[in-house]
């Protein structure tokens, strides 16, 4: 397998859905910080693993707030509930550079999912955190954000993003 890299512009991984991550050892966590240092090194707070080639339901996030690390790896993620509450943010894409579009989401997740060593856990998340796990979690689905806005801005978008490969 070649190291991953991060994909810049639009490729057809992006609209699969990523498998179910089965075993848990050196491999994947070597995986896992391997996607670490490609998100620190473009300047994001999020990452799926088909963002960088690989068709795995491992996505991290890391708000970095005030500058602090914070990782949270996702691996095997399933949002279990969504508030009617909704928020809107802007979002976009460290494959997509300069685009971006505010996209409207519940403004508070539940969500279960393992670490990368096994672990069961579920979170609550609300306001930003909530939009990026969404996020990211889409990219896992075979969903990009552009598809969460009106078909008129969607393909405004998308045109742009096919350019930019």
Not at 12 to 31: C, G, M
Not at 56 to 62: L, T
Request: with cysteine; hydrophobic share 40%; aromatic share 8%.
């Amino acid at each position: 397998m070649t190291e991953p890299a991060l994909i810049r512009g639009f490729d057809p991984i992006f609209r699969k859905k990523a498998a179910p991550v089965t075993v848990f050892d050196a491999d994947l966590r070597r995986t896992v910080d391997r996607l670490y240092e490609i998100l620190y090194a473009a300047g994001g707070i999020g990452l799926g693993a088909n963002m960088v080639g690989l068709l795995q339901r491992i996505a991290i996030v890391d708000l970095q707030p005030g500058g602090v690390r914070t990782p949270l790896t996702l691996i095997n993620p399933e949002i279990t509930w969504m508030s009617e509450e909704r928020q809107t943010f802007e979002e976009a894409s460290l494959c997509f550079p300069g685009i971006g579009a505010p996209v409207t989401r519940p403004a508070a997740i539940r969500l279960t999912y393992r670490d990368a060593d096994g672990a069961e856990w579920r979170r609550e998340a609300e306001g930003w955190l909530a939009q990026v796990i969404q996020h990211e979690v889409d990219y896992l689905d075979g969903i990009l954000f552009p598809d969460r806005l009106s078909r008129l801005k969607r393909d405004g978008l998308m045109k742009k993003i096919r350019k930019i490969r």
